[in-house]
């Protein structure tokens, strides 16, 4: 549930802002960035993500006048939980003093250290409303029909173990299990934090469905979470068996950030950024291309038609998880082709997709 990285070929990516030089080279060198004050009473926080390309994960602590906000955690491991502790101490806290933790999303990199954060805090445990329901679903542990929604798709009987991965194994769910739920849900637009008014949600769903930025205002300063990144583009995928059209929300949260007065942005991973609207733009370009790869590559099934795109180390490469998003994400763009008109489904087991004409 938490692999970010998209397998599709990467765009060009957004320079980092002058102050983000250190993580920058740390990233660039595969490093865990060091704690850094961004801004007057705001810190970043580096916790390491093992067995991930990604590398760490990047929390952001916000000083007020009632404690500690800290934005998103890290994944769940001792080590993750070291590092955060040691964080922050190093800006001049104890875990104790934190408040308020927020969440961008549930993902284990995002709220793998929650539980202990509450424990030994106190903190109230805050996300969107309809984050806290897909958690909820998620913890009671959904009852998903893998193998059938392979053979939906089109993948030969011989592929279908390696696609499985670690979906459904008794230690992701005891993982997933436990999770805490949200002790405070927030809704679209508000400003959670009674201590720090200046910070406004903006919900952004797509990555997740129920995912959200924040914006401290007087700042301009956006917590992007792993809806904008510098330089890789978030998977886009929903559970199986879901039928939302997630790339059309995704889509229109990029459309909904583009347009915020922000003079830096600060991401959940990699580096913080200053361009957001040339970003965005990059992005939104991308997924059209995308889409009209996919469109041209039609007809097949989802399965055929993923073998037949361009994928970063090629489909061939591609295997296990990796190959399982891939087909998550094809099968999430032809959902978006099909509601916009550009190609229709004629088949169901394995599904079969045309041209509109
Ligand atoms: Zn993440």
Not at 211 to 228: I, K, N, Q, R, Y
Not at 267 to 276: G, S, T, V
Not at 321 to 337: D, K, P, S, W, Y
Request: glycine share 8%; charged share 25%.
């Amino acid at each position: 549930m938490a692999t970010e990285i998209s397998a599709v070929k990467r765009a060009p990516g957004a320079a980092p802002t002058l102050g983000a030089h250190a993580q920058h080279a740390a990233w660039q060198q595969r490093h865990v960035p060091d704690v850094e004050q961004v801004r007057d009473r705001v810190w970043s926080v580096s916790t390491q993500m093992p067995k991930s390309a990604l590398g760490y994960t990047l929390s952001y602590l916000l000083e007020t006048d009632e404690g500690l906000v800290l934005i998103d955690n890290g994944w769940l491991g001792d080590e993750s939980w070291a590092a955060l502790e040691s964080g922050i101490r190093a800006s001049g806290h104890v875990v104790g003093d934190v408040s308020d933790v927020l969440l961008t999303h549930t993902h284990i990199d995002h709220h793998g250290l929650s539980r202990r954060i509450v424990e030994a805090s106190g903190a109230r445990l805050h996300m969107h409303r309809l984050e806290a329901r897909a958690l909820e679903r998620d913890i009671a542990g959904r009852q998903v029909d893998f193998p059938r929604w392979l053979e939906d798709r089109g993948v030969p009987f011989e592929d279908a173990d390696a696609l499985m991965g670690e979906l459904g194994s008794d230690s992701l769910r005891r993982e997933v299990a436990a999770l805490p739920p949200a002790t405070h849900e927030f809704e679209d637009d508000d400003r959670p934090i009674g201590a720090l008014p200046g910070l406004r949600v903006v919900f952004t769903p797509g990555h997740t469905a129920g995912h959200a930025c924040f914006l401290l205002e007087p700042e301009g300063l956006l917590f992007s979470g792993d809806h904008v990144l510098p330089r890789i583009t978030p998977h886009v995928t929903r559970p199986p068996g879901d039928k939302s059209d997630p790339l059309t929300d995704y889509l229109d949260s990029l459309r909904i950030v583009r347009d915020l007065t922000v003079s830096e942005v600060l991401p959940a991973h990699e580096y913080r950024f200053a361009d957001l609207r040339g970003r965005v733009d990059t992005m939104l370009a991308h997924h059209e291309e995308r889409l009209d790869e996919i469109e041209a590559a039609t007809p097949g099934s989802t399965w055929e038609i993923a073998a037949a795109i361009s994928w970063a180390r090629g489909w061939d490469a591609t295997s296990g998880v990796g190959r399982q998003l891939a087909l998550n994400e094809t099968f999430i763009h032809l959902t978006h082709l099909a509601r916009a008109g550009r190609v229709r489904r004629t088949g169901q087991s394995p599904d079969l997709w045309e041209i509109s004409q």
